[in-house]
Nanobody, 115 residues
Framework: QVQLVESGGGLVQPGGSLRLSCEASRSIFSIFTMGWYRQAPGKQRELVAA???????NYADSVKGRFTVSRDNGKNTVYLQMNSLKPEDTAVYYCNTNPPPTNTWGQGTQVTISS
């Protein structure tokens, strides 16, 4: 069983940047597609970015052009670089496989965009 720990969240102003990290307790196999998800207050969890074992990426329309997902399998880590942040990006961000198994969500990391 792989444990995933998200970090890097915080409070930034609109237009600012953050880089989130997701570290796994064991090796990330290249066959696993990894995703970043977020859940905003009063809304359901949504997939915002994903990266396949071969390095292909996909993004939600709301973040495309602003967010970049990457992975370093040697470090068992997935990253999410977030630029040009908007107040609507405020959410708890989680990492998991895509598709995610049931009952595998961690605590996530809080991202707050506010003036």
């Amino acid at each position: 069983q792989v444990q995933l720990v998200e970090s890097g969240g915080g409070l930034v102003q609109p237009g600012g940047s953050l880089r989130l990290s997701c570290e796994a307790s064991r090796s990330i196999f290249s066959i696993f597609t990894m995703g970043w998800y977020r859940q905003a207050p009063g809304k359901q969890r949504e997939l915002v970015a994903a990266i396949t074992g071969s390095g292909r990426t996909n993004y939600a329309d709301s973040v495309k052009g602003r967010f970049t997902v990457s992975r370093d399998n040697g470090k068992n880590t997935v990253y999410l670089q977030m630029n040009s942040l908007k107040p609507e990006d405020t959410a708890v961000y989680y990492c998991n496989t895509n598709p995610p198994p049931t009952n595998t969500w961690g605590q996530g990391t809080q991202v707050t965009i506010s003036s």
